[in-house]
């Protein structure tokens, strides 16, 4: 394998940003979250995102970050006041673009009122509301701290909070779900003419309560007779599939989602925060923060857990097992843009996959039958 060289132009920037806490750990979630039994420690967790930060922020090399995505957990249990104060802290460290993308996930179990309105005053300008269904029986089972209403009231509110650029959060393949059941909550999502959906799977992750005692889940033409009547649904309603699970209406994509799964550069912070990074020599680096909570508040210096710096002969698979989930995939260029590497190392396998009708040509995109078989057409590089 060809060894990499600096790629000619650094990749955009994003910032990931993990907030660990949440009111109670749902049954299917295998993210890096607690349920809180007291007060947030918001104060400290401030003090040591920017500490974390600090450390980092050679990454950047003084690119403006163009989008900001704060995961958790569940982030909307901070308050306006905390995420003001990291805003200011994180402007004075960081060059942000002037339109940066900057997304909150908020849980609706979690919105008094007044609280969109701090968000929105902090810098947030996109929320990810996760809603994840609709139907009273779903939202039991999977173990959510809202109720229907709680979903509709927190939407409505986000919107007359000045929010007009929202993603819905929903799953399908539920228990016990029929396909007119998953239907109805894309139908009850586009009453709020969202211009965002993340419609994905229920799948059953180890280290989770379902993993251990799994529900009885729909079957597997089940499963393809509620993904095809969602599509032909959000189709009739103007919505693409620009990513496996990503729908929105025109120039609604998230920008987040775009360079992430451009294989552009996200430096991470947080409990448990995933960050990759372009370094100038031409390496591409993975790194991953402290997990637990109290040991992320509490060490000194480098929070930074672990880092592995990706192999050349890994680097064709991570960038087109990222590039592929796009429906339009990428420009041929942005391999080497991205990776360092001349496509013609894998020319062989990109020639046969275009034979076999998988990939199209002159293009980094996986045809209608390559999306379906995608796991088999990326083992081709492995």
């Given at each position: 394998?060809?060894?990499?060289?600096?790629?000619?132009?650094?990749?955009?920037l994003s910032l990931y940003i993990h907030v660990p806490w949440c009111v109670r750990k749902c049954p299917y979630c295998d993210f890096?979250?607690?349920?809180?039994?007291n007060d947030i420690p918001e104060s400290a967790y401030l003090n040591a995102l920017l500490e974390d930060l600090d450390q980092d922020l050679a990454f950047a090399d003084e690119r403006p970050v163009q989008t900001v995505f704060i995961g958790g957990g569940t982030p909307s249990l901070m308050s306006g006041d905390f995420y003001r104060k990291l805003f200011a802290g994180l402007s004075s460290r960081l060059t942000f673009a002037e339109n940066a993308e900057i997304t909150l996930e908020a849980n609706p179990g979690t919105l008094e009122e007044g609280r969109f309105e701090a968000f929105r005053d902090a810098g947030i300008n996109r929320l990810s509301i996760g809603v994840q269904s609709f139907n009273p029986v779903h939202l039991k089972a999977l173990g959510r701290i809202h109720d229907s209403a709680a979903a509709h009231r927190a939407i409505d509110t986000a919107k007359k909070a000045g929010f007009d650029n929202f993603n819905l959060d929903l799953m399908h393949g539920l228990p016990g779900q029929t396909p007119e059941e998953a239907l109805a909550d894309l139908q009850s999502a586009m009453g709020h003419e969202p211009p965002h959906l993340s419609w994905y799977q229920l799948t059953l992750e180890p280290n989770t309560e379902f993993y251990s005692r799994p529900p009885d889940l729909p079957d597997d033409d089940q499963l393809w007779e509620i993904y095809q009547g969602g599509s032909e649904y959000l189709h009739r309603q103007g919505f693409s599939d620009y990513e496996i699970s990503a729908w929105c209406r025109e120039e609604k994509a998230s920008r987040h989602n775009l360079n992430y799964w451009s294989f552009g550069d996200y430096m991470a912070l947080g409990a448990g925060g995933h960050g990759k990074v372009s370094l100038p020599d031409g390496t591409i680096r993975r790194y991953w923060k402290t997990r637990q909570p109290d040991a992320y508040l509490n060490r000194i210096g480098s929070r930074t857990a672990g880092n592995d710096n990706i192999k050349a002969a890994e680097l064709p698979l991570e960038f087109l097992m990222n590039a592929l989930r796009l429906r339009k995939g990428v420009d041929e260029s942005l391999f080497y843009?991205?990776?360092?590497?001349?496509?013609?190392?894998?020319?062989?396998?990109?020639?046969?996959?275009r034979e076999d009708k998988l990939l199209v040509?002159?293009?980094l995109q996986a045809t209608d039958l390559g999306q379906r078989y995608l796991?088999?057409?990326?083992?081709?590089?492995l």
């Amino acid at each position: 394998m060809t060894t990499p060289t600096p790629a000619p132009v650094r990749p955009p920037l994003s910032l990931y940003i993990h907030v660990p806490w949440c009111v109670r750990k749902c049954p299917y979630c295998d993210f890096n979250s607690h349920a809180v039994h007291n007060d947030i420690p918001e104060s400290a967790y401030l003090n040591a995102l920017l500490e974390d930060l600090d450390q980092d922020l050679a990454f950047a090399d003084e690119r403006p970050v163009q989008t900001v995505f704060i995961g958790g957990g569940t982030p909307s249990l901070m308050s306006g006041d905390f995420y003001r104060k990291l805003f200011a802290g994180l402007s004075s460290r960081l060059t942000f673009a002037e339109n940066a993308e900057i997304t909150l996930e908020a849980n609706p179990g979690t919105l008094e009122e007044g609280r969109f309105e701090a968000f929105r005053d902090a810098g947030i300008n996109r929320l990810s509301i996760g809603v994840q269904s609709f139907n009273p029986v779903h939202l039991k089972a999977l173990g959510r701290i809202h109720d229907s209403a709680a979903a509709h009231r927190a939407i409505d509110t986000a919107k007359k909070a000045g929010f007009d650029n929202f993603n819905l959060d929903l799953m399908h393949g539920l228990p016990g779900q029929t396909p007119e059941e998953a239907l109805a909550d894309l139908q009850s999502a586009m009453g709020h003419e969202p211009p965002h959906l993340s419609w994905y799977q229920l799948t059953l992750e180890p280290n989770t309560e379902f993993y251990s005692r799994p529900p009885d889940l729909p079957d597997d033409d089940q499963l393809w007779e509620i993904y095809q009547g969602g599509s032909e649904y959000l189709h009739r309603q103007g919505f693409s599939d620009y990513e496996i699970s990503a729908w929105c209406r025109e120039e609604k994509a998230s920008r987040h989602n775009l360079n992430y799964w451009s294989f552009g550069d996200y430096m991470a912070l947080g409990a448990g925060g995933h960050g990759k990074v372009s370094l100038p020599d031409g390496t591409i680096r993975r790194y991953w923060k402290t997990r637990q909570p109290d040991a992320y508040l509490n060490r000194i210096g480098s929070r930074t857990a672990g880092n592995d710096n990706i192999k050349a002969a890994e680097l064709p698979l991570e960038f087109l097992m990222n590039a592929l989930r796009l429906r339009k995939g990428v420009d041929e260029s942005l391999f080497y843009e991205r990776t360092g590497l001349p496509l013609t190392s894998v020319g062989v396998q990109l020639g046969k996959l275009r034979e076999d009708k998988l990939l199209v040509h002159d293009r980094l995109q996986a045809t209608d039958l390559g999306q379906r078989y995608l796991n088999s057409l990326l083992e081709r590089f492995l």
